[in-house]
């Protein structure tokens, strides 16, 4: 379905100046910094409302020196979040990029907040793996639905076109000049609509099972936890155009999916003292690592099972996340208030979830770090009344993708921008490096959202340039 068309001969039922393929987080605001910039913009989205993954996520978004960490007495800044996407990732990521969007996506939520009424506060009660500071913003509820909801309430009032039930199934180019879009409408009927540039806002490949089993084998089985309209198709045009592309095998997993009740449970539960067990009530890792790694861990154990296990306190954190009180809602957090009690529900064996709750009691009254790694020095004990979820190891979005330059042109093989071609959030190489491990919580929104600005902002300036020559 994605295919590289000719141009030649082609009649373009219209033409826009910027089109945006893709109404997630990272198209939305593409097309309101395009837009903001004088161009004509149309986003088109494959789905009848847009939501993306962006919708299924928790909607928190990493920024470094905002005024909300200001108020909140967080020092930060863009380098030291640089420097944590670096450590994350071990020096893989391009260093300048990492610069890049640590510098913009800062001021880019202090724009959404202003301009377009997003009212951002920050996560500062914990702390996520690898972050050096309390960066994670996000809306009231926490919730990534509110997130899209939001940018594209943003874009209706700016009146820019969202074109929906539009599924973009072919570019047409000269060369690699991008001169329009096919669109496939859900009668089938076909479209052709030219542009002046194209923003590829169509996230990665994590719903194209081909393509994850090709990049991401050892989560192949995986659950796949996002947008399964996500097929690669930013991916498999930038091969065909020759585009460079980078960290294929780029990831985001997550450890902690409730199961069967298919809820992310937050990583709160973990690095505020919570850990796992397997179905024997063993633990297996060192879970503060972080989730992304997580999730392949877990599913190496029995059924690809393990069990979240924190304490009431660590549950009163995670009810600021919609996900979390929806799980409770369903049943998926059991509650005992002994141990014996949680492993009854949990039917796993008594004494072995006995015997690793004491042991953990104990590292906690030392300080001390046990046979993985984890150091447990600072952690609160966990107390009755205990909570245990059920969970699994999910694959969420992958974070390889087309390399990009400063104003998020797609580039070829030999570094040479491919033209009037952009990209931005998961159909862009992110900052996460080839491993699940590389991944700093917080990553798929920070390019959605920053290279997202860069993109629109470009894009309209290359367009307004060209009609002004
Ligand atoms: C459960 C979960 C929780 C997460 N939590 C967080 C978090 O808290 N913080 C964070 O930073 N990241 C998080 N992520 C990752 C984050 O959701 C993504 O990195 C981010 O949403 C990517 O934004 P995007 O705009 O690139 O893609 P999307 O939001 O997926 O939008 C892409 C859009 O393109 C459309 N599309 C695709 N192909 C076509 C086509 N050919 N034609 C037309 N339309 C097309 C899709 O329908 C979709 O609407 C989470 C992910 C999941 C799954």
């Not at 033409?15 to 945006?20: C, D, G, L, Y």
């Not at 071990?90 to 800062?106: C, H, I, Y």
Request: net charge negative.
């Amino acid at each position: 379905m994605s295919r590289i068309l000719p141009a030649d001969g082609i009649e373009f039922e219209f033409t826009v100046p910027v089109v945006v393929i893709g109404g997630g987080a990272a198209g939305m605001v593409a097309a309101l910094a395009a837009h903001e910039r004088g161009a004509g913009v149309l986003v088109l989205e494959r789905d009848a409302l847009p939501q993306g993954s962006t919708a299924l996520s928790a909607g928190l978004i990493p920024a470094p020196g905002t005024r909300w960490q200001r108020d909140a007495g967080i020092e930060d800044s863009p380098e030291r979040f640089a420097a944590d996407i670096i450590a994350k990732a071990k020096g893989e990521p391009d260093p300048l990029e990492v610069a890049r969007v640590a510098q913009v996506v800062g001021p880019a939520l202090e724009w959404l907040a202003d301009r377009y009424g997003l009212p951002f506060s920050v996560v500062d009660n914990f702390s996520y793996p690898g972050h050096s500071a309390r960066r994670m913003h996000g809306l009231p509820s926490r919730s990534g639905a509110e997130l899209i909801d939001r940018l594209r309430g943003a874009v209706e009032t700016a009146g820019i076109d969202v074109l929906c039930e539009a599924h973009v199934t072919a570019l047409h180019a000269d060369g690699a000049q991008i001169r329009g879009v096919e669109i496939t409408r859900p009668d089938s009927s076909v479209e052709r609509v030219g542009c002046g540039a194209l923003i590829l806002a169509c996230n990665g490949y994590g719903g194209n099972r081909a393509l994850v089993e090709r990049h991401v084998p050892e989560l192949a089985d995986a659950l796949y936890f996002g947008h399964t309209g996500n097929q690669g198709d930013a991916l498999l045009w930038g091969e065909a155009l020759g585009a460079a592309t980078r960290h294929l095998s780029g990831h985001q997993g997550h450890g902690s999916v409730a199961h069967p009740a298919g809820i992310l449970v937050t990583w709160a539960t973990i690095t505020e003292g919570g850990v796992q067990v397997n179905a024997e009530g063993r633990r297996f890792s060192n879970e503060a690592q972080g989730y992304s790694e997580q999730a392949a861990v877990v599913l190496r154990q029995p059924d690809g099972i393990a069990w979240t296990v924190f304490d009431e306190r660590i549950a009163a954190i995670a009810r600021q996340f919609e996900d979390f009180r929806q799980a409770e809602a369903m049943g998926a957090v059991l509650s005992a208030g002994t141990p014996a009690e949680l492993a009854r529900l949990m039917k796993i064996d008594a004494n072995a979830l006995a015997a690793t709750l004491a042991d953990i009691d104990r590292l906690k009254a030392e300080g001390g770090t046990d046979g993985f790694g984890r150091d447990f020095a600072g952690s609160a004990p966990l107390v009755p009344p205990y909570r245990a979820v059920r969970v699994t190891g999910a694959l969420f979005h992958t974070q390889g993708g087309l390399v990009v330059d400063d104003e998020a042109r797609v580039l070829d093989g030999q570094g040479t921008p491919l033209s009037n071609l952009y990209a931005a959030g998961g159909a862009a190489c992110g900052v996460s490096g080839s491993k699940a491990s590389g991944y700093l919580s917080g990553n798929g929104l920070l390019t959605a959202v920053a290279l997202g600005r860069i993109a629109g902002m470009a894009a309209a300036s290359a367009v307004s340039e060209e009609t002004s020559q």
